[in-house]
């Protein structure tokens, strides 16, 4: 049972949700002397882009999002580390079940790019 404060309003489904923390490694180095190295940023960049094309059903209701990302340590530095947070949602289990299974293969291919964890 979930009370929440819709007053006159009664909630009569559950949510069911996943959360993933997602970090990213990857060589890093100066931007100057270093460029062209992979960039731990750059690589989850690439997860986020691709996580947002991800198309969810309206009915039963699902949603994603990535609500927070970190890394890197100076704006002349290529991140060798970067972190996000993901939280997926659905009314329906096997919809959290596919979207979870989508995100974590885009999170798969990537990793090739950085190593991801």
Do not use: K
Request: net charge negative.
């Amino acid at each position: 049972i979930a009370i929440d404060t819709h007053f006159g309003m009664i909630t009569h489904t559950g949510i069911a949700s996943r959360r993933l923390q997602v970090g990213v490694s990857a060589a890093g180095g100066h931007s100057w002397e270093d460029f062209g190295a992979a960039s731990a940023i750059h690589v989850m960049g690439h997860m986020i882009s691709d996580i947002a094309r991800l198309e969810v059903p309206a009915d039963p209701r699902t949603s994603y999002n990535v609500g927070v990302i970190s890394g890197g340590t100076s704006v002349n530095t290529i991140a060798s580390h970067a972190e996000m947070l993901i939280d997926m949602r659905s009314t329906d289990a096997q919809c959290l079940a596919d979207l979870e299974r989508q995100v974590r293969l885009i999170l798969q291919r990537h990793s090739e790019q950085g190593r991801s964890g």
